[in-house]
């Protein structure tokens, strides 16, 4: 785990983690609640692309009180906009192997200067070591 989180230091959280938080995923938000309240100091960052992954499933399925609790949620944090200079960055995550989502993610937190990105994709969190982490690896598969 890294070291102290300041209040200068900005987190930006991947997809999945506002999924497991937002809907209480019965593994994951117990453990992932205790590492936002450890840096409770920390900003929080999502982007527009995390939006549009994490309201998908609760538009299609019509369930308002999801999207209702997701946009509540989302409210909150500093949201992250993107343009050409992040999808140019995106493009060197993007040939180094990385998915088009995680591509744009990664480049966002840089290009915003992140200081640590979460995510719960061993995979992703290999992309920028000393940087990204798995930030449930102590909870096991």
């Not at 999924?19 to 100091?41: K, N, Q, W």
């Not at 500093?78 to 050409?84: G, I, K, Q």
């Amino acid at each position: 785990m890294p070291g102290a989180i300041s209040r200068m230091d900005k987190i930006y959280l991947d997809s999945c983690l506002v999924i497991y938080l937002v809907e209480r995923h019965p593994r994951f938000h117990g453990p992932l609640r205790a590492r936002l309240a450890e840096t409770a100091d920390a900003t929080f960052c999502v982007s527009v692309l995390t939006r549009l992954e994490v309201l998908t499933r609760p538009l299609r399925e019509h369930d308002d009180p999801l999207v209702r609790r997701y946009e509540s949620f989302l409210g909150v944090q500093e949201r992250l906009a993107l343009d050409d200079d992040i999808v140019n960055a995106a493009l060197n995550w993007r040939v180094s192997g990385l998915k088009t989502p995680d591509a744009l993610h990664v480049a966002l937190a840089k290009r915003y200067a992140c200081t640590a990105f979460w995510t719960n994709d061993d995979r992703l969190a290999k992309a920028a070591p000393g940087w990204s982490e798995n930030a449930l690896k102590d909870v096991g598969p």
